[in-house]
């Protein structure tokens, strides 16, 4: 039990955090979050569907019909969080002795240079604080001066800044887009509705002046250029979801006398989630964001996505009703459970007598939907998709990451290897029940699962606690279809010199 101090109270009230929450958040680190039992891998044909070509224009055409309705659009960004991860190896080059390029990543850096989108602004940087430019500071040796007016301040301070605010594709005209003006300009293309687009941005609190800038700059063009008037909207993570850190010993891990609190990991964004509004809502991360000369495929998917979505809930909400008003016979109700187990994968037992399993089959039906893109795995990090046992003794697809499987086991491991798809963040979500209320989303988050990584501060070993992942456990009570999206949908940013890629140039 802990003991909790004076100013411990004060900083509990100041969150919204109960005493409970961090006595529930200390025994995890203790026994650690039990792993999922898998049925199988999702794979083609098993989980994970494909898009009939002569079905698609169908679709499309269903999505547009959609649109002439009275209904609302949003676009979900998780931006939050500083860019550093992605200058990690830049980082390393300013700490070596000589500053001689040599490694590969370093090679790569330099030799394109001229070719990253920020590189007129950096080119004034260096002349700005250094009295020389790029050119002449490398033709020098002096490579470290170049990446010091990258990275920080005075300069670019691009080691400190989000992804969102840094520049990621030029265009022949000589424009330049950050990554949020991308999707801007992308959720133009598919979240358009009676000449509006909706798109929320959760970001950090250091953050949010930054992006509330970088917005009122950048609309005046963007809306004149699209012919479209757009609402963009911020959250940041809620205090009350920040999660108690633990030292070496599971114990709560105390800075200076004070208990450390961190964030709960992007999971926590169901709440920001929760508190917003629409029948159809696009999630995708800041950095999978193309040039327009890449953009046709990415949208063409996502709308295949979410007319797919509609159609699934239409489904659902037919025999919602029949289920409710008591028309479902023994002949629906073998209908709507063969639509349950080969639609939406969910096994349902076979032992349910008639009451019990309409009551059961409104359960599972009455819920929020996401339908997902899966991209074949070739080596890009990503949750996986699975069949895997819910708390309830039912199956049903899920995204899992590796920590949530236990891969001691050879069955488990076997399985777990089978799996040749990843979830590359591309959800498209309906969050309306067939009475058009709006399900609270955090019923249906599964506590039990989540990840503890092991950090340090001040030289002490730290534990941090990540609460369910917003794609993973946060929306694990979900209804949930999987279908396949070609790799060029995705298009992740997660080093600098993946700008270098063709598909961001």
């Known amino acids: 039990m802990i003991q909790l101090q004076t100013s411990d ?52 055409s269903e999505w547009d019909d959609y649109l002439k309705t009275a209904v609302t659009l949003l676009k979900f960004v998780p931006a939050s969080g500083a860019a550093s991860r992605m200058f990690k190896d830049l980082f390393a080059f300013l700490e070596t002795e000589s500053g001689e390029i040599e490694k590969a990543f370093e090679k790569t850096f330099f030799e394109g240079i001229a070719r990253f989108a920020f590189y007129r602004e950096l080119n004034s940087a260096c002349v700005e604080n250094c009295a020389k430019d790029i050119d002449t500071l490398l033709a020098e040796g002096n490579a470290k001066a ?10 670019l301070n691009y080691g400190a800044l989000p992804k969102g605010l840094l520049k990621f594709h030029t265009y022949p005209s000589g424009e330049t887009r950050t990554a949020f003006q991308e999707h801007l300009v992308e959720g133009a293309a598919y979240v358009a509705v009676s000449g509006k687009v909706c798109l929320h941005f959760t970001v950090s609190s250091e953050h949010r002046l930054l992006f509330e800038k970088h917005l009122e700059e950048s609309l005046p063009a963007l809306e004149k250029a699209c012919g479209l008037r757009f609402e963009v909207s ?34 926590v964004l169901i709440e920001n989630l929760n508190d917003l509004d629409a029948d159809v809502i696009f999630i995708k991360n800041i950095d999978n964001v193309t040039p327009d000369s890449m953009k046709a495929i990415s949208i063409r998917y996502k709308k295949l996505l979410a007319a797919m979505l ?91 990451e590796s920590s949530q499987i236990d891969r001691s086991k050879p069955e488990t491991e076997a399985l777990f290897r089978q ?41 002490r070993e730290l534990k941090a606690l990540e609460l369910p992942g917003l794609w993973n456990g946060a929306m694990s009570d979900w209804n949930t279809l999987f279908f396949e999206v070609p790799v060029e949908t995705f298009n992740p940013v997660k080093t600098v010199n993946d700008l270098l890629r063709p598909e961001h140039q």
């Open 9 to 60: 109270w004060d900083i509990l009230r100041q969150k919204g955090i109960s005493p409970e929450q961090i006595e529930e958040q200390l025994r995890y680190f203790s026994t650690g979050f039990p792993f999922l039992e898998i049925r199988r891998a999702a794979a083609l044909g098993s989980g994970i569907e494909r898009f009939d070509e002569q079905e698609e224009e169908k679709l499309l």
């Open 146 to 155: 170049v990446i010091r007016c990258l990275l920080t301040n005075p300069g």
């Open 234 to 267: 911020f959250s940041e993570q809620k205090p009350a979801t920040d999660t108690l850190a633990a030292d070496a010993n599971n114990e709560a891990f105390r800075d200076k006398g004070q208990l450390l609190f961190r964030p709960g990991g992007h999971g």
């Open 310 to 400: 509609i159609r699934i809930q239409r489904r659902c909400f037919a025999y919602l009703r029949a289920l409710e008003d008591g028309e479902a016979d023994s002949g629906l109700l073998t209908e709507i459970s063969d639509f349950c187990t080969k639609t939406l994968c969910i096994e349902t037992p076979e032992d349910l007598q008639a009451s019990a399993l309409k009551d059961y089959l409104f359960r599972k039906l009455n819920r929020p939907i996401r339908v997902c893109g899966m991209v074949k795995n070739e080596g890009e990090p990503g949750g996986g998709p699975f069949v895997a046992v819910n708390p309830d003794g039912s199956a049903s697809l899920q995204i899992l």
């Open 419 to 459: 799996s040749s798809y990843f979830n590359p963040v591309d959800l498209v979500c309906a969050v309306k029940d067939y009475r058009g209320r709006k399900f609270n989303l955090l019923r249906y988050v599964d506590k039990n699962t989540g990840f503890i990584s092991h950090k340090s501060k001040d030289g």
